[in-house]
């Protein structure tokens, strides 16, 4: 019996890696997973892992938060906290990891107007604080129409950021720079393009601005960074004007430096960037820019209006939202702009689909006039569960207001106007599929009841 016992303790090291080695806490028992009887322990893993990802179960942790407000404009989700504004306010929840429920709630009400943009930076990146102790937390920074940018930091506003005119509409997705200055971009009311330093001189943040970026004529809406240079910024006003402008190039001239122009047909819907490749949805449509040419290198056409859309470049794939409904587009295929076809159309919304997410595993689609998001397989479309944004709620009307994702955990919040619920799920644990095929066998791959690591009788 102990050589038995010692062989199956040789043969899990060999197949999984050394991070894997604290995963039996995760895998309770029993444990189903979609393969048959004489698959091995690692396919075995790795399609527990799938479906985790997936959402396939129908047991997750859920954690229910009910709120007395009338909507959710933004939601991060980062570890075990969930942050969300509504209006000018700013909600913080820390989820509990062994109690369960939320240890602590915060509120931040600095900002006098409707908060309309809030980024997750890493201080590892920005120099904000340079001791050890929060060298790798985060920071959150928040735009408003109250014309400030303020950054948040210990649970208070670390510095607030003025230069704008009018109202401050956006904030670069991603920090600019190396690792020697690191910089961040802003877009306003006023058309301007505004770049800040992360760590200003001086108690009130005096020499933040590095400079101003002239030269759209309308709001600037959408802001991202390139993929392939850290130093480009790419901006987009309201009337579907592309520009491309290197920050630094700017900061140390103190004037404007676009190095690239372009312009798409129809009202911005979002941008997205990776590598020299620039997504950008506007109208019906979905197009593909090369930031190295500014020339269009695909385009993909939804023929209805766009509401939202994500893109999965690894993949190739693009999902767009339109009312009822979700299209996959793989743009592999789209070689023929016109005669394109999707690859999926993920249907069932009521309403317009104004939330994609996704990721390497799954989407995960949602709207304002439906209650329930929906989870699809990311390389085929194929419907995985649907998920009630206000569970525990019996008032009708709720729909989806946003929602947050991050592997096997999602937060959704719902909203009918006068009343909010956010609730949360944790599928890490899950051990319900929701298939009702019993065929399926139980694993019992991470099955405590089995064997223990402290087990030491031996026959």
Not at 108 to 126: K, V
Request: charged letters at 20%; glycine letters at 8%.
């Amino acid at each position: 019996m102990f050589s038995r016992t010692l062989v199956l303790i040789c043969v899990c090291v060999c197949v999984f890696p050394p991070s894997l080695g604290n995963s039996r806490a995760r895998w309770p028992s029993p444990i189903p997973y979609y393969n048959s009887q004489k698959s091995s322990v690692r396919d075995a893993y790795l399609a527990r892992h799938t479906a985790l990802e997936q959402l396939k179960f129908e047991d997750p942790v859920i954690d229910n938060f009910l709120f007395n407000l009338k909507s959710h404009d933004h939601l991060l989700f980062l570890d075990n906290r969930i942050i969300l504004s509504e209006g000018p306010v700013i909600h913080t929840l820390d989820i509990g990891i062994n109690s369960g429920g939320y240890d602590s709630v915060l509120t931040l009400n600095d900002h006098r107007a409707r908060i309309t943009c809030m980024r997750l930076f890493s201080l590892s990146d920005t120099t904000v604080c340079r001791s050890g102790e929060l060298r790798n937390s985060t920071v959150l920074v928040t735009s408003s129409c109250d014309h400030t940018i303020r950054l948040w930091s210990k649970g208070s506003c670390y510095r607030c950021y003025r230069g704008h005119s009018g109202g401050v509409t956006t904030l670069s997705d991603k920090l600019l720079g190396d690792s020697n200055e690191k910089i961040f971009a802003s877009g306003g009311v006023d058309g301007t393009v505004r770049l800040w330093s992360s760590y200003p001189k001086g108690k009130r943040g005096q020499q933040a601005l590095k400079a101003t970026l002239y030269g759209h004529e309308k709001p600037v809406i959408l802001m991202v960074v390139a993929g392939h240079r850290s130093s480009l910024l790419v901006s987009m006003s309201k009337d579907s004007k592309v520009r491309v402008w290197d920050a630094f190039t700017s900061s140390a001239a103190r004037s404007s430096c676009c190095v690239g122009m372009t312009s798409v047909y129809g009202v911005p819907v979002g941008m997205k960037c990776d590598g020299s490749l620039l997504y950008v949805a506007t109208g019906s449509s979905v197009v593909v820019i090369d930031l190295r040419t500014m020339r269009e290198v695909s385009t993909v056409m939804h023929k209805s209006q766009l509401y939202s859309f994500d893109v999965l470049p690894s993949r190739s794939l693009i999902c767009t939202g339109a009312t009822g409904s979700a299209k996959l587009w793989d743009l592999r295929r789209s070689s023929e702009t016109f005669k394109a076809e999707p690859l999926a159309e993920l249907d069932g919304h009521e309403g317009p689909v104004k939330h994609i997410r996704m990721d390497a595993y799954k989407i995960v689609t949602g709207g304002p006039d439906d209650c329930y998001v929906k989870v699809w397989e990311v390389d085929t479309g194929a419907f995985t569960n649907s998920l009630n944004c206000a569970p525990d709620h019996p008032t009708p009307g709720f729909g989806c207001s946003a929602v947050a994702v991050r592997g096997c955990r999602i937060v959704t919040a719902g909203s009918n106007g006068g009343e909010g619920s956010l609730c949360y799920r944790d599928f890490s644990s899950a051990t319900q599929p929701v298939s009702s095929d019993n065929s399926i066998p139980a694993s019992k791959f991470w099955d405590s009841s089995s064997y223990s690591d402290t087990d030491e009788s031996y026959d």
